[in-house]
């Protein structure tokens, strides 16, 4: 057994750049799980970077203008942009969600006798009815609760909220104006020749970029595409259950099957078993569907070619580790682990092929000498 292990690390880690990658990768990974809740205003940043880094190369090509210039006006345009999302927005969610709440006692209760009508054909006993009832109320009553015990802790939720809208803006700005620096900066502690961790970034670099823009993309598409159809269809709270819709694409397959419910629920409480509950479910269906088969595939140029058993368990791994982050970057983690498999399994035929070249450059140097 000690001399497969033996083999297994001579073959795999006999090349430096081997080691250096799997060191990075440790201290990477090892700061996040660690440090993640204080670094979340940086990571914050670091995506929303990204996702403008594109917007300020186009300013940079086709305006004309150099980096700094281009920076302040992209930042200007994002600053408006969460203006209007705060200002703008949040009002008109928060609004429906007081109301969704105040009006939740009678969705249930038209849900009860709902179920009720089921034990007419068989389907449920009327003591299965009952007790699903009670566990409805158990649970509405720890809601109630939580409730109360967040509203008196919100004081400092909201200190902290304040402290992000400033930190995270700040963050930004430097990221994109100072990228380059920042990157030098980080370069200098590395080691010059580092062929394994460069092929493995800039794999990265690229699936990260792409992912965070498109999504981005997707989500506000997704959401103000079912904007326009449930305010059309006069569904009740169209807005939050439109931001519910486009939030959910965050996590593949698992999200959209999620957020079925809320959108269904409220259908059939305000219109029943009739035509337009089955209209909406159908426009819903339809939005879902030309987002995974059209939207995606022009939104996202690189295409992951990630398996979805694969992309489910990330989410699931990456998740429990690291909570929304986990699930945002589920994809792109799971790439990051694709790349550095494949960098891995190339290490032993890039280590053979470095040992040829310094034999032939050790001979060519003797025949010199000579």
């Not at 700094?68 to 994002?78: E, K, R, S, T």
Request: proline share 4%.
């Amino acid at each position: 057994m000690f001399d497969v292990i033996t083999k297994w690390y001579t073959r795999y880690f006999s090349d430096p750049h081997a080691v250096l990658l799997a060191l990075i990768l440790i201290v990477g990974f090892t700061i996040v799980l660690t440090m993640g809740n204080m670094l979340a205003p940086a990571l914050a940043g670091i995506v929303i970077a990204y996702l403008l880094e594109d917007i300020v190369k186009a300013c940079q090509d086709k305006g004309n203008m150099g980096r700094l210039p281009a920076v302040i006006v992209v930042f200007a345009g994002f600053m408006t942009f969460v203006l209007f999302i705060i200002f703008g927005m949040v009002p008109l969610i928060s609004s429906q969600i007081k109301e969704l709440v105040r009006e939740l006692p009678n969705y249930i209760s038209q849900s009860k006798a709902a179920i009720l009508q089921l034990t007419q054909y068989g389907f449920l006993t009327q003591q299965q009815v009952s007790q699903f009832a009670e566990k409805i109320d158990t649970e509405i009553a720890q809601m109630g609760q939580q409730l109360v015990t967040s509203s008196l802790s919100s004081i400092p939720d909201m200190i902290t909220i304040l402290v992000y809208l400033i930190l995270v803006p700040m963050l930004i700005f430097f990221f994109l104006k100072d990228k380059w620096v920042i990157l030098g900066w980080v370069s200098r502690f590395l080691p010059p020749e580092r062929r394994m961790a460069s092929q493995v970034w800039e794999e990265m670099d690229l699936q990260l970029g792409n992912y965070v823009r498109g999504k981005f993309w997707e989500i506000m598409i997704v959401a103000s595409v079912c904007v326009v159809v449930f305010g059309f269809m006069g569904l009740k709270y169209a807005i939050l259950l439109a931001v519910l819709v486009g939030l959910s694409v965050l996590v593949p397959y698992i999200g959209a099957a999620v957020v079925t419910i809320p959108v269904a629920f409220i259908a059939y409480v305000q219109w029943g078993w009739t035509s337009e509950f089955a209209y909406l479910m159908v426009a819903y269906a339809i939005i879902q569907g030309l987002d995974g088969n059209l939207l995606v595939p022009l939104l996202f140029s690189e295409v992951v070619n990630v398996h979805p058993v694969a992309i489910i368990v990330s989410i699931l791994v990456f998740g429990g580790l690291w909570g929304f982050w986990g699930v945002f970057f589920a994809i792109p983690l799971a790439t990051l682990v694709g790349a550095t498999l494949r960098a891995f399994a190339l290490a032993p035929e890039h280590a053979e092929l470095a040992a040829a070249e310094a034999a032939n450059g050790n001979s060519d140097q003797s025949v010199s000498e000579a």
